[in-house]
């Protein structure tokens, strides 16, 4: 099977790093495009401007005032579906912190990073980005539900929650649209701040 290709960042202030990390990153087939930052303020604006990364790697310590678990955590109000693997040399004395406040974390590797490592980590999320790829997966309550696209007419903004609305069915749950948005194809269209309609099932419109 043809493997999915992702988009990877480096985030790291040493540039010796970042220069060895890309070229490891190179020679991973299923790896499109690279982009390295020693600034997380640029790492910031190439978010904000709509790139997405399926995958950081983030250094921890910065030596500066945040650490990688800081600007991972702002990173999930940017681009909550962003995987997180955490590259560093003192694994040990972070963990449990980083564990405890990084969404979508999915490991650490050590400094100096090895190859067969970095490999095997991103083949696993490359292996659960193509299983989600044209589902939507939501949790309510103690409940996960995965909804192909294809089946969702609409979603709808209602008293802090949104309803998924199928024709057969409706799910619910807390998440923000704009949050559920960012995890949807191009055939969904929002048309208005509570709205996002599936294009598929548009038949006509209307004044």
């Known amino acids: 099977n043809e493997k999915r290709k992702m988009r990877v960042a480096v985030c790291d202030d040493l540039k010796e790093v970042l220069k060895e990390t890309k070229i490891l990153l190179e020679d ?11 600034d997380m303020k640029n790492f910031y604006e190439e978010i904000k401007e709509g790139t997405k990364y399926d995958v950081v790697l983030m250094d921890i310590d910065w030596k500066t005032e945040k ?10 109000l940017l681009s909550p579906n962003t995987k997180i693997i955490y590259i560093t040399a ?3 004395d972070y963990v449990e912190d980083a564990v405890l406040r990084t969404p979508n974390l999915c490991g650490f590797i050590n400094k100096p990073i090895k190859e ?3 490999y095997k980590s991103l083949e696993k999320i490359q292996k659960e980005l193509k299983e989600t790829d044209g589902k939507l997966i939501i949790k309510y309550k103690s409940n996960v539900s995965v909804i ?5 007419y609409y979603l709808e903004s209602q008293l802090h929650k949104v309803n998924i609305v199928l024709t057969s069915k409706i799910y619910q749950c ?6 559920i948005s ?3 194809s191009r055939k969904f269209l929002k048309c208005h ?4 309609i599936n294009m598929d099932y548009i038949s006509e419109f209307c004044k």
């Not at 991973?28 to 020693?38: G, H, Q, T």
């Not at 650490?67 to 999930?76: A, N, P, Q, R, W």
């Not at 807390?174 to 949050?179: A, D, G, M, T």
């Open 90 to 92: 003192y694994t040990l």
């Open 28 to 38: 991973v087939s299923f790896v499109k495009d690279i982009d390295i930052f020693s």
């Open 67 to 76: 650490t990688g678990i800081d600007f991972s955590s702002e990173l999930k």
């Open 148 to 152: 192909p696209f294809a089946d969702i």
């Open 193 to 196: 701040k509570s709205y996002i």
């Open 182 to 184: 960012a995890r949807l």
């Open 116 to 118: 067969d490592i970095l």
């Open 174 to 179: 807390n998440e923000r649209l704009e949050h």
